[in-house]
């Protein structure tokens, strides 16, 4: 059975920092493309960044510079530092395990950025 198990979300002023983990579980961890979308509330679920197997990294406009993805292949975990949040940061954030035939989802950790 595969799950992905995201991990270390909270409440967090502007300018502070959160780092998301997510541990996979019944997948060949290190094949897979790990992601990170997140959705606010009322908006479609977006990209944030992602990470190939070979390390290769993606981000979205509005994560470069101060969001870093990175994974631990032997902890089967991928990481998201996220640095200077600001309040439109605030979403559920969703972690993704994406193969070459089948994606998986996690259930979400929930970012707030308020002041």
């Known amino acids: 059975q595969v799950q992905l198990v995201e991990s270390g979300g909270g409440l967090v002023q502007p300018g502070g920092s959160l780092r998301l983990s997510c541990v996979g579980s019944g997948i060949i961890f290190s094949s897979f493309t790990m992601a990170w979308y997140r959705q606010a509330p009322g908006k479609q679920r977006e990209l944030v960044s992602s990470m190939t197997s070979g390390g290769s990294t993606n981000y979205a406009d509005s994560a470069k510079g101060r969001f870093t993805i990175s994974r631990d292949n032997t902890q089967k975990t991928v990481f998201l530092q996220m640095n200077n949040l600001q309040p439109e940061d605030t979403a559920v954030y969703y972690c993704?395990?994406?193969?070459?035939?089948?994606?998986?989802w996690g259930k979400g950790t929930l970012v707030t950025v308020t002041s």
């Open positions: 993704n395990a994406a193969g070459r035939f089948r994606e998986y």
